[in-house]
């Protein structure tokens, strides 16, 4: 049996993505939103992050938001102008080139409300914490409200939802079990109105 040759090195040429990304969220021209949404859109193959813009134009001279490099499918954007007609895209891109944009998507914010709604920050906190099982967060709406709360990996992805329908104004005390979760470093989000409050949270198993 001979020796080895030399080894030499080679690197196959990057392929840029291709598809379109497929917007998902929020619908279409949907009206009287939020002034804090959260955008997302479906993987697309050969990805390495996403371009997301955000406009008052469909000709995207006038921007809102021009973010180059997000890391996940979707994006939390704060603290939008109310009664405004909004458009929104995003393409994949990697190292060796970007994929067409996505469709122009659109909607409308509504108008706040005249006394502005509001979750108590300073009795919001999630005890135990670090927690290895279950545990509680507590926090006060000031008003009733429908009440999403969700738990998400910290690029922003969701993981599961805790509780989402209407509540009365008051103390809460919602459940939390780690049955799904890894040990790791999440996010806790609380959506009522236009109104978002997000709290980190440590699993240890």
Known sequence: MSAWSEVWLFRTIAIPPTDQVLLTSPANDLDKT?????????????AEAYN?????????????????????TGINIFDLAEDTQLFWRARAWNEAGNSPWSEIWNFTTGMPSS????????????????????????????????????ITDVLGNDIKTIANGFMEAGEKNIPINSTSLSSGV???????????????????K
């Open 52 to 72: 997301f813009q955000l406009a008052t134009d469909n000709g995207f001279e006038n921007l809102v938001a021009n973010e180059l490099s997000v890391w996940s």
């Open 186 to 204: 999440y996010l806790i989000s609380i959506m009522a109105r236009d109104h978002i409050e997000i709290h980190r949270i440590v699993v240890r």
């Open 115 to 150: 006394v502005p709604f509001e979750i108590n920050s300073s009795t919001t906190f999630v005890y135990p914490n670090p927690f290895a099982e279950s545990a509680f967060l507590k926090f006060e709406l000031k008003e009733e409200s429908n009440v999403r709360i969700k």
């Open 34 to 46: 939020q002034l804090n949404m959260v955008f997302k859109w479906q993987s697309v193959d050969r």
